[in-house]
């Protein structure tokens, strides 16, 4: 079970909001109550959005890019 940490930059799976596939943001907090939960600060939007694990992926190939 993959878990992000705060500060870790993720992707969009599915579209929400507004917010198409794809859109890069950074895990903001964790929510530990609730499992899988995150606050999550999307490039270019003004308001964190929550979002579930299943929704959200590692922004790895923006890693790599900058390596």
């Given at each position: 079970m993959e878990r992000f940490r705060e500060g870790e930059r993720v992707r969009i799976r599915?579209?929400?909001l507004g917010?198409?596939?794809?859109t890069m943001g950074t895990i903001r907090r964790v929510?530990?109550?609730t499992a899988g939960v995150y606050e999550v600060?999307?490039?270019?939007?003004?308001?964190?959005?929550?979002?579930?694990?299943g929704e959200l992926e590692p922004a790895e190939d923006e890693q790599e890019a900058g390596s």
């Open positions: 599915v579209a929400k917010l198409p596939v794809g929510f530990r109550v600060a999307f490039d270019g939007v003004p308001q964190s959005v929550i979002m579930y694990r």
